[in-house]
């Protein structure tokens, strides 16, 4: 696989690294009830639908415009915009990504501390897919 160059000289510090270390217990995974996976699921779908509809409606109001668009002008900034948006989550996966992928003869990953680490790339991601 071909990591962009850009990933790899990254200053990026997740805050974890790959160990050996004898005596660790492997604990199984937690059982998952089909119900904690498929309500998010349901609300994320909601909220789909509910930015679908405003979609709809932001269309509705420029086919009924008095003046009237370039379509293909709108359309070509509507997708540098998502390009860039894009480009820029990326920035924030990718380093976290090949991170994890150091060392992957070691089974084992110690991670301290990473909630207020992944909070903060989740806040970052959020502000990009968001706005």
Request: hydrophobic share 40%; no cysteine; glycine share 4%.
């Amino acid at each position: 696989m071909a990591i962009p160059k850009e990933y790899l000289d990254t200053e990026s510090d997740f805050g974890f690294s790959a160990i050996d270390e004898p005596g660790i217990v492997h604990v199984p995974a937690p059982t998952v009830t089909s119900q904690e996976i498929s309500e998010p699921i349901v609300e994320r779908i909601r909220n789909l639908e509910v930015n679908m509809g405003e979609a709809l409606s932001i269309l509705e109001r420029i086919e009924n415009a008095s003046t009237p668009l370039d379509t293909d002008e709108y359309k070509a900034l509507i997708e540098k915009d998502v390009r860039a948006k894009l480009k820029a989550v990326e920035g924030l996966i990718i380093p976290l990504l090949v991170n994890l992928m150091k060392n992957p003869e070691k089974d084992t990953i110690k991670w301290p501390n990473r909630a207020p680490i992944i909070e903060k790339q989740i806040e970052r991601i959020l502000a990009i897919t968001r706005s």
